[in-house]
């Protein structure tokens, strides 16, 4: 069972899937710091300077219980999820980029070859030639 475990970890597929995991971890590290460390400001900047991950609705104020604990407010962070929305058109916009140059570099299967005549053309000729 050991040797058929080793067998199967050594194979192409897993490793090849193991590198394409930790590259695409690595590539969303980048991606993400990308849109929130760039795209975000500017974005921001074109909608008025405003920060979207500082937009929420206030349910509960924080405040001091009576016990002196500090109640923390709850707050619906609906920014967050403008953020997260516009993550995601720009991720899926490089995505279909990248998608679309790599479609472009394969070459296209090469033409069929044509076709000639089917065997019951063949066999019709056959007949009208012995016909004659």
């Known amino acids: ?8 970890i050594l194979t ?7 590198v394409a995991v930790m ?15 760039v795209m975000m400001p500017i974005i921001g900047h074109f909608a008025g300077g405003m920060d ?7 349910l ?11 109640i923390p407010e709850n707050a619906i962070m609906y920014g967050k999820w403008i953020n ?6 720009i991720v899926g916009f490089v995505l279909f980029i990248i998608v679309k140059a790599y479609n472009k ?3 296209p299967p090469p033409p069929a070859a044509p076709a000639g005549p089917s065997d019951n053309d063949l066999l019709k000729e056959i007949r ?5």
């Open 1 to 8: 069972m050991l040797k058929e475990f080793k067998n199967f």
């Open 60 to 70: 509960t104020e924080a405040s001091v219980g009576a016990d002196g604990a500090e």
């Open 84 to 89: 997260s929305i516009i993550n995601l058109i």
């Open 105 to 107: 570099t394969k070459t």
């Open 23 to 37: 590259l695409a971890g690595a590539m969303g590290l980048v991606v993400n710091g990308f849109v929130s460390d």
């Open 128 to 132: 009208d030639a012995l016909k004659k």
């Open 12 to 18: 192409g597929n897993v490793i090849d899937f193991a």
């Open 52 to 58: 979207f991950a500082a937009m929420k609705v206030v």
